[in-house]
């Protein structure tokens, strides 16, 4: 299209008595006029504040790669050999107790108002978590390491922060359909400080919850006597170890005086859902 115009326009440059100056000017403008028309592309429903890059794809916002990695749910979910314990009296009491967490740390909890909890039948002790409250424990831990509702709180608490606040590392994440075990853990891991900042949030909020505080230094330790079974769940080893070190100095620096009533002893619902646990997993 350019080229021919151009062409055009030299066909006709004896009939036209233009200056030299005058005529560059206009064969000038009629290049950049052609060539913008034949070169513009409209990208439909793209906000303006996106960046191109220069490979042809829009920049990720946090938002963004959030709602990614909430749809990598379904395709955990749907991973070939992967086994899920579903029981109506399971789930109500993980929504309760998870819900409580949230309901007595309202301030807090700026965009959770619910969370689903997964009880994945798998025998190495793993929790994790994706955005919009979606959070995963094997019944390995379940039945190995939680002997107390406090340390369930723990966990749960530590996922809700990661959830709330999309404490997640950016990569690139490939969709192929289905998203194994040992791939979703690795789109999880964070480093230490990071770690440090969401497990004193999490102590926080279990107290707050009115659940027994001195577990969560208790859980931190159980993970650093059995470093062989959690090496799935954080990777490195040597984390464990620093995490613990790092908690200890925390609650010297902070100790406080609570006045939050605390649940001293297990609920009966709590016993009894460990007991289906157990039974769902033989």
Known sequence: MVAKSLLIFKQHHKIYSLKPSLLAGVYYFLFILLFSSCTTIRLPNVKKNQTLYKGGHLSMSSEDYAEQLASLKTAFLTTPGLKIIEKEFIQKYLTEISGEIISKNEIFFKNLKKASVTIIKNEAPIHFSLPKGAIFISSGLITKYIKHESVLVCILAYELVRSENLLYPKQVIVPVGYMNLERILALSRLNVDEKMEIHKWAYYLTV????????????????????????????????????????KAFLIKNATDDETP????????????????????L
């Open 208 to 247: 707050r919850s009115g659940f027994d505080g001195e577990y969560y230094l208790s859980w931190l330790q159980t993970q650093n006597r059995n470093t062989a079974d959690f090496i799935q769940q954080v990777g490195d080893i040597n984390l464990i170890n620093q995490e613990e070190s790092l908690f």
């Open 262 to 281: 605390i649940k001293k002893n297990s609920s009966k619902t709590f016993y009894t859902f460990l007991n289906s646990i157990r039974d769902q997993q």
